[in-house]
């Protein structure tokens, strides 16, 4: 699994957790989208800052967490983990540019499937 994807997903989300929006720059690419329950969360590293905010806003005390890294794929530069927030976990998959920075981040929230 590359040490590189790993770290660079840690720092997003230790920065999101930490809520300093200022260092997603050393993170995410200018053009970064993320996509959400199928929908267009935001399209650029500016709509993201605001995305998050509005997010740490509505829920100041959620927590963001990786819960394990799943799948590091070297030829699509891609790095699947399951994230946990407020008691959600989302099973995301981050794409990195050739910079090395996300470009794109994929989460669809995980099921439980109970028994009936």
């Not at 930490?18 to 690419?29: I, P, T």
């Not at 976990?89 to 990195?96: A, D, K, L, P």
């Amino acid at each position: 699994m590359s040490e590189t994807h790993k770290k660079v997903v840690q720092q997003f989300i230790q920065a999101l957790d930490a809520h300093h929006l200022h260092d997603l720059d050393s993170v995410l690419e200018h053009y970064v989208e993320k996509i959400e329950h199928s929908n267009i969360a935001y399209k650029n590293i500016e709509e993201a800052r605001e995305y998050y905010f509005k997010e740490h806003e509505a829920n100041p005390s959620a927590q963001w967490k990786i819960v394990e890294y799943q799948q590091d794929d070297q030829y699509n530069d891609t790095l699947t983990a399951r994230v946990s927030r407020d008691h959600h976990i989302y099973h995301t998959t981050y794409t990195f540019s050739s910079g090395g920075k996300i470009e794109k981040i994929h989460s669809v929230p995980e099921h439980h499937h109970n028994a009936e």
